[in-house]
């Protein structure tokens, strides 16, 4: 008995070898029947990965956006008018223009706004010319 069930696993086996196990599913190619296992039925057609563009010029891009990164954040924007764009990392000012040799000479030149306030600027002026006045022994 025990020698039957030993020829009979053996076929098995062998069967298995010899024959592919048939694949069903969007996971093989060229499969004729759809995940539902219906024959016929056709499966969803793959998607394929958006495409991304690529920024004009990147080494020029990338040697800007690392010279003025302690300032600004320099990013660009696909689809844009003024592609290039440059955030303030203090003031949260915002810069974009459509050149990138144009964006890096604007953050060259860059000059923060003065740290005083435009209310108190006159009383700072009026103290200032008022002590300049002042003779210098009083």
Known sequence: MRFFSLLALASVLLVAAVMPARRV???CAGAPEAVSGVPGAQSAPMRQARVVPRIPDYPRFAEVAESHSALWEVTYRYGEAAPYSARNRVTAHVLAVSDVELL?????????????????APR?????????QCPPGR
């Open 104 to 120: 890096d000479h604007c953050l060259h030149v860059y000059e923060p706004p003065s740290p005083l306030r435009a209310y108190t």
């Open 25 to 27: 599913g969007r996971h």
């Open 124 to 132: 700072v002026r009026a103290y200032a010319q008022a002590s300049a």
